[in-house]
């Protein structure tokens, strides 16, 4: 065996240069993104079919999501209060927890493993049936006419998806505190009211935005580098939800330090 | 003498260790059908996609009309990109769009064209490669793969270019149906007086459609001639190709057991 079979910096410094490759595939393709694809002109058509697909039809699925976890919030609030506590701290930490944490978060990771997903493995199958390459011979951009419009969509509904999650979230919470709690449902309200609710949600907004940016530019870009057919588009789907729930958890991290860290 | 209308000098194009295109040479007089024929991975595709600046090639002078064609951006690029059709050989349909969507896309996407105008364009071309208004409102997925080649062809012509692309434009078909789709071929270039490219392994296709025959072997083309001349190219690979013999220059990596 030879000596540079077993150098343990050659695997690492492999892994170290491919991260950075991609790394650097990924900042290409942003700019690309944000400079053609958001840049006049726009193709309307496609804006609106995707603001239905992103948007419209998630909205069930982030609307479960909220309402179980509401509900389950409150029961695991409820057991970790005293009798008397329970009435304040339960619809308390429900609002914000909702708002400021787990909605966006949850809303996030949902839509990226229903619509990111989706995202890459139609764009994938577009280029490796070369359906990519056709656009540009009929004088149409590809960045411009599929990867914008599902930037804007995406970037417009996440936020309006975790706006109608936070509602629905802290219904469930309300639902499981006054029906199986037995918490009283004025002072509930009350409570919940008194939570200075709109600065929570709007923090959650701020991340629901930047969710949605991450989760359209990790499916468009895993979609446009797919390769060597259904494997490939197969993969690029994985990596597409794979990544963008990591980015979004750092993303997350990061928005809460900035948001909330000098509190 | 005049300068060819598509002109490639010294093209070189790799995918990291791999040289796809050496040094590729090639022109096209204006309004001439040129056939590229080839084994895969000879580097065809790319060629085609060089041109049109779908890829960039490393090296080397592509010119249109004396226009350089490599690294256009912007308004250039789309102005370029308008002069060319092409036919895929999966016919590259968009699934999403109807088949008059698809045959329109160019004319209403890159053109701006009112749709209504647009897909009325998109039936008379549908009726030129033989399919009837009614196919117009199907989607690609209902479509056989003969009638999918069609509307891809009725696609590339829609906004009746200056040069037209075909890759492979009869492989996958049935021997009758490629004959359709030639004939096809012919028939609209001769009407349109495009200048045209096309790829392929089919040498009953390429001498129906072919004015000229080049033959591309490792990235460089090894031969270019009128089509009456392939038989008596001279070049033994360009014979081994059209017999197609196993024995002879061209060597196929092929393990033996």
Redesign the interface.
């Given at each position: 065996m030879r000596i540079e079979d077993i150098n343990f910096f050659a695997p690492v410094g492999r892994l170290v240069l491919t991260l950075l490759a991609e790394i650097g595939r990924v900042a290409l393709f942003t700019k690309d993104a944000l400079l053609v694809g958001l840049s006049p002109r726009y193709?309307w058509g496609q804006i609106g079919a995707q603001l239905f697909r992103v948007g419209y039809t998630s909205l069930p699925v982030v609307a479960m999501t909220a309402f179980f976890t509401g509900g389950a919030l409150a029961l695991q609030i409820y057991t970790g209060s005293s009798p008397t506590t329970a009435g304040t701290l339960v619809p308390s930490i429900v609002a914000l927890g909702i708002t400021r944490e787990l909605g966006p978060v949850l809303a996030g990771l949902m839509v990226s493993a229903r619509v990111g997903a989706a995202m890459a493995a139609e764009l994938g199958?577009?280029k490796v049936?070369?359906?990519t390459?056709?656009l540009?011979?009929?004088?149409?951009n590809p960045i411009k006419?599929l990867v914008g419009p599902r930037l804007v969509a995406a970037v417009v509904s996440l936020p309006l998806l975790v706006a109608i999650g936070d509602a629905i979230g802290i219904m469930g919470g309300y639902f499981v505190g006054t029906r199986n709690l037995g918490l009283n449902w004025a002072s509930y309200l009350k409570v919940t009211a008194e939570q200075h609710i709109f600065e929570d949600v709007r923090s959650g907004l701020i991340k629901a935005l930047a969710f949605g940016f991450i989760i359209a530019l990790m499916g468009c870009y895993h979609g446009f580098n797919s390769k060597g057919g259904a494997q490939g588009v197969g993969r690029a789907t994985t990596n597409a939800v794979v990544s963008a729930a990591i980015l979004i958890l750092a993303a997350n991290f990061v928005l809460t330090s900035i948001l909330f860290g000098a509190h | 003498m005049a300068e060819p209308f598509i002109k490639l000098s010294g093209v070189k194009k790799s995918f990291g260790s791999k040289h796809v295109l050496n040094g590729l040479s090639l022109s096209v007089d204006k309004g001439r059908s040129l056939v590229v024929i080839g084994g895969s991975g000879t580097g065809k595709s790319v060629m085609l996609?060089c041109i049109?600046?779908?890829l960039q090639p490393d090296l080397g002078v592509i010119e249109v009309a004396g226009q350089n064609a490599i690294g256009l951006r912007g308004d250039a690029r789309?102005e370029y990109?308008?002069r060319?059709?092409?036919l895929?050989?999966?016919s590259?349909?968009?699934?999403s769009l109807s088949v008059w969507e698809n045959v329109a896309?160019?004319l209403i996407?890159?053109?701006g064209m009112a749709r209504a105008k647009a897909r009325d364009m998109a039936i008379e071309k549908l009726g030129l490669v033989g399919l009837s208004a009614d196919v117009g409102n199907l989607m690609p997925s209902e479509l056989s793969g003969g009638m999918q080649k069609r509307v891809g062809l009725a696609?590339a012509i829609a906004a009746d270019p200056e040069i037209i692309?075909f890759d492979e434009p009869t492989t996958g078909l049935d021997p009758i149906m490629a004959d359709v789709i030639n004939n096809l071929i012919v028939d609209c270039v001769q009407r349109l007086g495009a200048t045209t490219i096309s790829i392929t392994h089919d040498m009953a296709s390429a001498r129906k459609i072919a004015d000229d025959i080049a033959m591309i072997y490792k990235g460089e083309i090894i031969w270019q001639g009128p089509a009456k001349m392939v038989d008596r190219s001279g070049s033994p690979y360009v014979d081994q190709f059209i017999y197609g013999r196993a024995d002879g220059p061209i060597k196929m990596d092929v393990l033996k057991g």
């Open positions: 193709f199958t577009m049936t070369e359906q390459d056709a540009v011979t009929l004088s149409t006419y | 996609k049109l600046g779908i789309d990109l308008r060319f059709g092409m895929f050989q999966g590259a349909l968009f699934d896309f160019g996407q890159g053109r696609r692309f």
